[in-house]
């Protein structure tokens, strides 16, 4: 759990009611979450009622799955799926079933691509199904990088 002010979910807890009935009109169930809330040396606490946190919940043991670029999936008819460079330099269409966003802003792939692929990650509008390809192996590059890496917008420079 993380409150408004703090970065990621530093404070760990656990669930110790969940019920097994689903709200039909917001799709929600209930649940409660147990948190360490101490007093600090001033005497106040961290937690207080009425107050909004962010919570991530792991649902079950973590997992390796590959992660990908964002701008890498595309969507037919509602499916997403991946460009692939196969070991012949043939670009192949892979329908991936996707996971949750990642902190750094790669997508997890759950199922339909392998931990070695090479994926189009750019020049997508260049390349189709069964077109033969020069690749060019370059690291998956995350959110945070990728923002780094971008140029500053004009006249940024000379603000003083």
Do not use: W
């Amino acid at each position: 759990m993380g409150v408004a002010d703090e970065e990621g979910y530093p404070h760990e807890g656990f669930v110790d009611f969940a019920d097994n009935v689903v709200d039909s009109s917001t799709g929600t169930i209930v649940a409660r979450g147990v948190f360490l809330n101490p007093a600090a040396p001033s005497g106040s606490r961290l937690l207080r009622p009425g107050m909004f946190v962010r919570v991530r919940l792991p649902l079950g043991q973590p997992r390796k799955v590959p992660l990908i670029a964002e701008r890498a999936l595309g969507t037919d008819q509602g499916k997403k799926y991946l460009l692939v460079v196969d070991e012949n330099r043939v670009v192949q269409y892979r329908p991936v079933e996707v996971g949750p966003l990642q902190d750094d802003g790669l997508r997890a792939i759950t199922s339909g691509l392998g931990p070695e692929e090479r994926v189009v990650v750019s020049g997508l509008q260049l390349v189709c199904p069964k077109m033969e390809v020069q690749p060019e192996e370059v690291p998956m590059t995350t959110l945070r990088a990728a923002e780094a890496a971008a140029p500053e917008p004009a006249g940024e420079k000379d603000k003083g």
